[in-house]
């Protein structure tokens, strides 16, 4: 049994999802004509799975206009995020449809059917021309965008269900050995199901705030402490508006007041032009605040408490110096 999805990667335009999406809606007229002419099963199946397609690449269409509209005073940071809801939906939908033919193949295999090969191999051929334009539309643009990515996926199931049914129909055609058909079905049921995971645990993660991907929170606290004029450096957070902007925060405290402007300037340079983040929030301070009803979400004062646990509080401020606000 053929199986598919489609995953795509929109750019800045969106011209590469609308033309894919136009090209998959075709190709699923065309083939679930064929397959009613036939009668093929298989063909009627993939043609579903192609419909599946054309969804998973209008979800990343919509969530990725939705994202451009601008910040109001009601979402102030924009409509960034509805490309990464754009992405949690496709990566659910991929994952249905990786285990709905999991479970058809396994029913198939215990009861495998003869297959029509040459209605099969005419509408595999005229799925991989599609499916060849929107891989060489959206691959390069995919790489950097969750959304788009789940979109990709979608198309990449089709292409390679496209190449399925051209091996299932000549070994069924050659050897007449009908599993085929279901074990191929299944085999890449598996790779979906690894797929879907994936995606759905990168917007999960963005979704929650998590430090993006290949930051180093460490090091990068490590370079503010680093400047001149900086005592220390706390409740440091990264996150991800959307794929490729990320944001990041921090109090920085300083000893002399007049020097605040040029530390404030260096700081942001570091931070957007060595870090690469999108936006950046400073708060400069000169002496520690009361932030205890913040304590739980400052990473770089709970791993001092970690390491300063065993010692007398006495001797906490001679161990880490400045760099300690009670």
């Known amino acids: 049994m053929a199986n598919h999805s489609h995953a795509g990667h929109m750019p800045s ?40 397609a054309v969804g998973g690449v ?24 509805a490309e990464i809801i754009g992405a949690l939906v496709n ?17 198939r295999l215990g009861n495998p059917i003869h297959l029509a090969t040459g209605p099969m191999l005419w509408v595999a051929f005229g799925g991989l021309v599609t499916e060849v334009i929107s891989l060489g539309l959206m691959w390069q643009s995919s ?12 198309i990449i199931q089709t292409f390679v269900g496209s190449l399925l049914i051209i091996v299932t129909a000549l070994v069924i055609e050659f050897t007449g050995f009908l599993a085929i058909d279901p074990i191929l079905g299944m085999a890449f049921g598996v790779v979906l199901l690894w797929a879907s995971v994936g995606v759905i645990k990168e917007a999960v993660h963005i979704l929650m705030e998590g430090t993006p991907e290949g930051t180093d929170l460490e090091a990068v606290t490590t ?23 990320h944001a990041f925060s921090a109090h920085i405290r300083h000893g002399e007041p007049a020097e605040a402007a040029d530390l404030l300037n260096r700081a942001y340079r570091r931070l957007t032009e060595q870090h690469g983040f999108h936006m950046v929030t400073l708060q400069l301070e000169t002496e520690c605040l009361d932030e205890r009803h913040a304590r739980d979400l400052d990473i770089v004062q709970i791993a001092a408490a970690k390491a300063a646990v065993a010692l007398p509080f006495n001797l906490r401020r001679d161990a880490f110096g400045d760099n300690f606000c009670p």
């Open 13 to 52: 335009s969106g011209k590469a999802l609308v033309i894919s999406a136009w090209l998959t809606g075709v190709y699923f007229v065309i083939e679930l004509a064929v397959g009613l002419w036939t009668g093929s099963i298989a063909v009627l199946s993939d043609a579903f799975h192609t419909l599946s």
């Open 58 to 81: 209008l979800v990343a269409i919509i969530a990725q206009r939705i994202a451009r509209r601008p910040a109001d005073s009601a979402r102030s940071f924009g409509w960034y995020r």
């Open 91 to 107: 990566g659910g939908f991929l994952l249905g449809m990786a285990l709905l033919v999991i479970w058809m193949g396994a029913m």
């Open 143 to 154: 790489k950097d965008d969750l959304n788009a990515r789940g979109a990709l996926w979608h």
């Open 223 to 245: 370079d503010l402490r680093g400047q001149d004029g900086v005592l220390d450096v706390h409740h440091v957070h990264a996150w991800t508006l959307t794929s490729g902007k």
